[in-house]
Structures are given as structure tokens and as C-alpha cells.
């Protein structure tokens, strides 16, 4: 079992920033994949961003975040970051974090963002 401890989210005007995090209980390094997916309201949850949780830290973005969205790990922190930038009043969701080890797929609680003036 991994457990997902997700803090950050809250109200940001449209065109703000915002972050928001996520701690895994065992050690990013022995985790294959971690990142971000999103639901708003009425609609699927969908990717955002990814990043290895070992090597280089490759990352992966959705199309409609790319150039303003930046997830980043630190393994002092052993948390893993989600920078966003210029954000849109349709980003507003449920911002949820997501690991991938050992062949299972764990979920956080969820955090909301909402953007909004």
C-alpha cells in the first residue's frame, strides 16, 4: 500500500499561479511513475502531468497544459511538485495525484483548485 498526502490547491484569479504537492509514504525513487490528473465538474479525470519516479525524472505533460505546468520531484522533500502557471477558469477540478508501483495505480484524496475572479 502507498498512501498519497496531497496539500496546495486553494482560489487563484485566472492568469495566477499555484502549486500543489504530493508525498508518497515510501521513497519516490522506488516508485515508477508519479503525477497529476484532474476532474472538473461533469467531466472525466484526465491526465496532467507525469514524471519517473527514478533516472532522469522524464516528464509528461497534456497538450493543453504544455509551457505553463511544471512537475518536478525532490528527493530531499520526497515530494513531488506541480508548478501551474496562467491558469484557466476551466482548470478548475479536483487536482488528484496518482503513483504507479509495483504494477498498481494508487490515488490521492484529491485537492480542489479552483480558479476564479
Known amino acids: 500500500q502507498v498512501q498519497l498526502v496531497e496539500s496546495g490547491g486553494g482560489l487563484v484569479q485566472p492568469g495566477g499561479s499555484l502549486s500543489v504537492s504530493c508525498a508518497p509514504s515510501i521513497r519516490i525513487f522506488s516508485i515508477s511513475e508519479m503525477g497529476w490528473y484532474r476532474q472538473a465538474p461533469g467531466k472525466e479525470r484526465e491526465l496532467v502531468a507525469t514524471?519517473?519516479?527514478?533516472?532522469?525524472?522524464?516528464?509528461n505533460y497534456a497538450d493543453s497544459v504544455k509551457g505553463r505546468f511544471t512537475i518536478f520531484r525532490d528527493y530531499g522533500e520526497n515530494t513531488v511538485h506541480l508548478r501551474m502557471n496562467r491558469l484557466k477558469p476551466e482548470e478548475t477540478a479536483v487536482y488528484y495525484c496518482?503513483?504507479?508501483?509495483?504494477?498498481?495505480?494508487?490515488w490521492g484524496k484529491g485537492t480542489l483548485v479552483t480558479v476564479s475572479s
Open positions: 496518482m503513483a504507479d508501483y509495483v504494477g498498481t495505480r494508487y
Open positions: 514524471i519517473t519516479g527514478t533516472g532522469t525524472g522524464s516528464a
